[in-house]
Structures are given as structure tokens and as C-alpha cells.
């Protein structure tokens, strides 16, 4: 009987060495890879972000779960990438720092919590003008558009990308969230028309399930 | 130590609705409370107000020097509220601040040439935000060239060599005070700055980490701070950090301060 309990116990301890002989040897016994992922790998960043909220762990925990997730999950890519048998995700997120912004620390670590939180994410870097915004999440086919602004100034630039998110023939099933340290949850939901305010990284990972309806 | 008070800063709830309100008498008591604490500038902030910074920047200069007989630090990136606000204020304000984000440099070099302003010197460009001692080094060197070449004084420039938070990568706060180090002996004269509190971003206590980094800071030539004077620990902790880096001469600021009840705890 393989040891799965163990596995999500290492991801949210962040044991990032031990984690891929935790998860070979779960391999060898027979357990299912997908199932490890679904339901240990992913299942431990929930809890991990849950304790983040909770102010039980903190920025460099969340950090290191997420690594020990990564190589868990590596460990087992290998098996399950073939031609018809691709690694399922989530839902496509597309993400940046809004235009006038340069700032990325709050953005990486939202792009790492949600990869290893099981989504396909794509970091559009700093600094985006609007238009690639709606480029790349038509040309990725994004369930999620993340906008992310740490600087009060920026907050006009907000509210044009998303404005011409929404109004700029992406399909309305693409969700709009926004956050960082600059973004009022009421001014992004109620002026601005996003679909969903994210107050850090942990938050954005529950928040996008959550539009996603995804349980 | 060159301490910029840095609570009249519309981003803040309570400073906005006195903005929105006009309510000269709170603003007045914000920058009154920090000139008595120890502020050698009275930071004045209205970004949040677009279309209207201009106005309200100035309105803020005004009401904060009917009760300061001290300079502000007028911070905002736009050229046009700061010479708004340039145009009332009294004595010789700081500019907060110029960097070397192509649009930025370009509109406020022409404000601050050939003057006796104040000017922090933010270690930001185009590519991004630096990370290393290196990278801090090179946007330095050329927003100080840039800076002597228009006649600003060397005496007058403040290098903020942009505090990363050490949560998400440990060497942020050594490549940050190595940093300052390197600026203080490659230009002779130059003074710095910093707003710190970023560097607790992600961990407990912040407050106890930003005290320590304080510390560290001011014994590599850190000279100057945007903090929150009301903080009595941090103000504590400077005067204590200044006199142990031989910064104090006889200890005399730290003896005024230890009769004044100012070291506290």
C-alpha cells in the first residue's frame, strides 16, 4: 500500500528533497499518478494556502510547499505527458502587472502558488499594455485574466484594462481578477467590473477555484 | 539622519477623506505630530486623486506649512502637480522621487536642473526592479551622472537603492546594504534613502525585522529614511543605530534624546 498521506504531509512541511522518493516509491507500489496529484500534490496546496490565510505559515512556507510540490509533480510528469495522455489542468490563467507598473515579487508569487495549485499559467511579465493583455488570453484561449498593481497611481490603468477586457470581445466565460497591494476589493468588483479581487497569493488560487467552479 | 514623514499619504484611508473633506485641521495635526517627533520633512502624497493630484498636492503643501516652519517632500511622478505644489512652498522642498523609468526621468530632470531641491533617486529603469548590488550600481551611477550634469549638487541627491522583501529570496536584504555601502564610498558626499518596510513583506513581526534592517542599514551609511516618525521604537532604534556607527558626535543626540524620554521601551 503506498504511503499518499505522506506526500501531502511533505508538500506542506516543504521536505523538498524527500518529497521525490515519497512519491517514486508510491509509484513503484502501485498507486495512480493522477491520483497523487489530485488528490495529494494539489490537494496539500489547498491546504497550504489555508494556512497562509490563516497566518499560520508565511511567505517563505508558501514558497518552499510550492517547490516541493513542482518536484513531486516532476517526478511524475514523465508518465503521464505522452501523446494522448496529457496532464490535466485546472484552467488556463494568463497574468501580469498592470501598464505603468514594474513591480513583480506579488505576481511570481501568485504565478507560483497557482501553477502549483494545478493551473496552466502564463506570466506575461510587467508593465502590459492593454492590448496584450486581450491578445494573449485570446491567443491562449485563458479561462483567467490576473492584473496585478502595486502602485495607487496605476489605478486608472486598472480600470481601462479592464474595462476593455470585458468589453473587448474576450468570451464571457474569461473571468477578470484583480490584486495587490494597491487594489481596493470594492473599487475592482463594483467601478472597475472585474469578476473577482484577490488580496495575495493564497487567496488568488482559492478565489479562481472559486470563479471556475471548481470545488 | 534625514527623517521624511511619510504619513500624509492619500493611500491611507484616514488622510484621503481628509483630503476629500478638506478637513484642514486633521491634516494639520498629521504633519504637526510628525515635525515634533523628529521629521526633517513632512511628505505630502495625493496620488490616489487622478486628474485632480495637482490641486490637492498643493492644497496639501499649504496647510501642512501653516503649522510646519519645515520643508516638504513632494511626492508624486507627475511634473505637473509638483510644480504646483513647488509654486507655494516655502523654503527648499525634496522631490520624491526621480528614476530611471524613461518617462519619469525625462519630465522631472528639467524640474530639478540647475536647483537647490532635494531629489531622491529611486534604483528603478525600464528593465524592472534590481535585484542585485550590481544592478543597483548601474541605475545609480547613471541616475547621479544624469543628476551632476543638470547642476544638481551631489549634497543634494538621495539614492534609494529600492528595499526587496527577504521572504522571497534571502540574499534581498544583504544585496540591499551592500548596496548602500558601495554608494556612499563611490560618491563622495551623495546621501541615501529608503523607505524599508518592504523588507518584512510575508513575514511575522514586522515591525521587530524593520527595526533590525534599520539598524544594519544606518552602519553601512544609510543617512536617510521615509518611515513613520510616531514609531517611538524606530525612532529609538535610529538614534541608538546613528550614535553606535559614529554618526553622533560626543553621543550628544543620543544623550538629548535618553533626557528628552525619548529612547523609551
Given at each position: 500500500m503506498a504511503d499518499l498521506a505522506s506526500i501531502k504531509e511533505a508538500v506542506i512541511t516543504g521536505k523538498t528533497k524527500e518529497i521525490s522518493l515519497l512519491v517514486q516509491t508510491a509509484l513503484d507500489a502501485g498507486a495512480d499518478p493522477q491520483d497523487i496529484i489530485d488528490n495529494y500534490l494539489i490537494d496539500a496546496m489547498k491546504e497550504v494556502g489555508a494556512r497562509f490565510e490563516a497566518d499560520k505559515i508565511f511567505v517563505p512556507e508558501m514558497m518552499i510547499a510550492a517547490r516541493t510540490m513542482q518536484n513531486g509533480l516532476a517526478v511524475i510528469e514523465p508518465l503521464i505527458t505522452g501523446d494522448d495522455n496529457k496532464l490535466e489542468k485546472l484552467g488556463t490563467v494568463v497574468i501580469g502587472t498592470v501598464l505603468g507598473d514594474l513591480h513583480d515579487i506579488g505576481k511570481n508569487l501568485v504565478v507560483l502558488m497557482l501553477e502549483s495549485s494545478g493551473f496552466n499559467v502564463i506570466d506575461i511579465g510587467v508593465n502590459v499594455p492593454v492590448d496584450t493583455f486581450v491578445a494573449k488570453a485570446k491567443e491562449l484561449d485563458a479561462d483567467i485574466v490576473g492584473i496585478s498593481s502595486l502602485?495607487?497611481?496605476?489605478d486608472a490603468n486598472m480600470k481601462t484594462t479592464v474595462a476593455t477586457l470585458k468589453?473587448?470581445?474576450?468570451?464571457?466565460?474569461v473571468k477578470i481578477i484583480c490584486g495587490g497591494a494597491a487594489v481596493i476589493e470594492k473599487r475592482a468588483l463594483e467601478?472597475?467590473?472585474?469578476?473577482g479581487y484577490a488580496k495575495d497569493a493564497a487567496s488568488a488560487s482559492r478565489v479562481i477555484r472559486s470563479l471556475l467552479s471548481i470545488d | 539622519m534625514i527623517i521624511v514623514g511619510?504619513?500624509?499619504?492619500?493611500?491611507r484611508k484616514t488622510v484621503k477623506a481628509a483630503i476629500e473633506a478638506k478637513d484642514e485641521r486633521a491634516i494639520k495635526k498629521v504633519a504637526q505630530d510628525q515635525f515634533d517627533a523628529g521629521a526633517n520633512y513632512i511628505d505630502a502624497n495625493?496620488?490616489?486623486?487622478?486628474?485632480q493630484e495637482p490641486e490637492y498636492l498643493k492644497w496639501l503643501v499649504e496647510v501642512v506649512q501653516t503649522v510646519v516652519d519645515g520643508p516638504c517632500c513632494?511626492?508624486?511622478?507627475d511634473p505637473k502637480a509638483i510644480e504646483t505644489a513647488l509654486a507655494v512652498h516655502k523654503g527648499t522642498a525634496m522631490i520624491n522621487s526621480i528614476s530611471l523609468e524613461k518617462e519619469r526621468y525625462e519630465t522631472l530632470l528639467p524640474i530639478v536642473a540647475g536647483t537647490d531641491l532635494k531629489v531622491v533617486a529611486l534604483c528603478m529603469s525600464d528593465k524592472g526592479m534590481p535585484e542585485t548590488t550590481d544592478d543597483r550600481m548601474t541605475i545609480a551611477d547613471k541616475l547621479v551622472n544624469g543628476l551632476l550634469q543638470k547642476?544638481?549638487?551631489?549634497?543634494?541627491i538621495y539614492v534609494d537603492p529600492l528595499v526587496q522583501p527577504v521572504s522571497t529570496n534571502n540574499l534581498f536584504g544583504v544585496e540591499f546594504l551592500s548596496a548602500i555601502e558601495k554608494i556612499v564610498t563611490t560618491f563622495k558626499g551623495i546621501h541615501t534613502m529608503c523607505g524599508?518596510?518592504?523588507?518584512?513583506?510575508?513575514?511575522?513581526n514586522r515591525p521587530f525585522l524593520n527595526q533590525t534592517f534599520m539598524s544594519m542599514a544606518i552602519a553601512k551609511g544609510l543617512d536617510g529614511a521615509i518611515i513613520n516618525p510616531l514609531d517611538k521604537n524606530m525612532m529609538a532604534n535610529i538614534i541608538a543605530a546613528t550614535a553606535l556607527a559614529g554618526k553622533d558626535d560626543f553621543c550628544m543626540q543620543y544623550l538629548q534624546a535618553f533626557r528628552d524620554n525619548r529612547l523609551g521601551v
Amino acid at each position: 500500500m503506498a504511503d499518499l498521506a505522506s506526500i501531502k504531509e511533505a508538500v506542506i512541511t516543504g521536505k523538498t528533497k524527500e518529497i521525490s522518493l515519497l512519491v517514486q516509491t508510491a509509484l513503484d507500489a502501485g498507486a495512480d499518478p493522477q491520483d497523487i496529484i489530485d488528490n495529494y500534490l494539489i490537494d496539500a496546496m489547498k491546504e497550504v494556502g489555508a494556512r497562509f490565510e490563516a497566518d499560520k505559515i508565511f511567505v517563505p512556507e508558501m514558497m518552499i510547499a510550492a517547490r516541493t510540490m513542482q518536484n513531486g509533480l516532476a517526478v511524475i510528469e514523465p508518465l503521464i505527458t505522452g501523446d494522448d495522455n496529457k496532464l490535466e489542468k485546472l484552467g488556463t490563467v494568463v497574468i501580469g502587472t498592470v501598464l505603468g507598473d514594474l513591480h513583480d515579487i506579488g505576481k511570481n508569487l501568485v504565478v507560483l502558488m497557482l501553477e502549483s495549485s494545478g493551473f496552466n499559467v502564463i506570466d506575461i511579465g510587467v508593465n502590459v499594455p492593454v492590448d496584450t493583455f486581450v491578445a494573449k488570453a485570446k491567443e491562449l484561449d485563458a479561462d483567467i485574466v490576473g492584473i496585478s498593481s502595486l502602485l495607487t497611481t496605476g489605478d486608472a490603468n486598472m480600470k481601462t484594462t479592464v474595462a476593455t477586457l470585458k468589453n473587448g470581445g474576450l468570451d464571457e466565460k474569461v473571468k477578470i481578477i484583480c490584486g495587490g497591494a494597491a487594489v481596493i476589493e470594492k473599487r475592482a468588483l463594483e467601478h472597475w467590473g472585474a469578476d473577482g479581487y484577490a488580496k495575495d497569493a493564497a487567496s488568488a488560487s482559492r478565489v479562481i477555484r472559486s470563479l471556475l467552479s471548481i470545488d | 539622519m534625514i527623517i521624511v514623514g511619510e504619513l500624509i499619504n492619500a493611500s491611507r484611508k484616514t488622510v484621503k477623506a481628509a483630503i476629500e473633506a478638506k478637513d484642514e485641521r486633521a491634516i494639520k495635526k498629521v504633519a504637526q505630530d510628525q515635525f515634533d517627533a523628529g521629521a526633517n520633512y513632512i511628505d505630502a502624497n495625493a496620488g490616489v486623486f487622478v486628474g485632480q493630484e495637482p490641486e490637492y498636492l498643493k492644497w496639501l503643501v499649504e496647510v501642512v506649512q501653516t503649522v510646519v516652519d519645515g520643508p516638504c517632500c513632494i511626492d508624486s511622478p507627475d511634473p505637473k502637480a509638483i510644480e504646483t505644489a513647488l509654486a507655494v512652498h516655502k523654503g527648499t522642498a525634496m522631490i520624491n522621487s526621480i528614476s530611471l523609468e524613461k518617462e519619469r526621468y525625462e519630465t522631472l530632470l528639467p524640474i530639478v536642473a540647475g536647483t537647490d531641491l532635494k531629489v531622491v533617486a529611486l534604483c528603478m529603469s525600464d528593465k524592472g526592479m534590481p535585484e542585485t548590488t550590481d544592478d543597483r550600481m548601474t541605475i545609480a551611477d547613471k541616475l547621479v551622472n544624469g543628476l551632476l550634469q543638470k547642476n544638481v549638487a551631489i549634497e543634494n541627491i538621495y539614492v534609494d537603492p529600492l528595499v526587496q522583501p527577504v521572504s522571497t529570496n534571502n540574499l534581498f536584504g544583504v544585496e540591499f546594504l551592500s548596496a548602500i555601502e558601495k554608494i556612499v564610498t563611490t560618491f563622495k558626499g551623495i546621501h541615501t534613502m529608503c523607505g524599508l518596510s518592504n523588507i518584512s513583506f510575508g513575514l511575522p513581526n514586522r515591525p521587530f525585522l524593520n527595526q533590525t534592517f534599520m539598524s544594519m542599514a544606518i552602519a553601512k551609511g544609510l543617512d536617510g529614511a521615509i518611515i513613520n516618525p510616531l514609531d517611538k521604537n524606530m525612532m529609538a532604534n535610529i538614534i541608538a543605530a546613528t550614535a553606535l556607527a559614529g554618526k553622533d558626535d560626543f553621543c550628544m543626540q543620543y544623550l538629548q534624546a535618553f533626557r528628552d524620554n525619548r529612547l523609551g521601551v
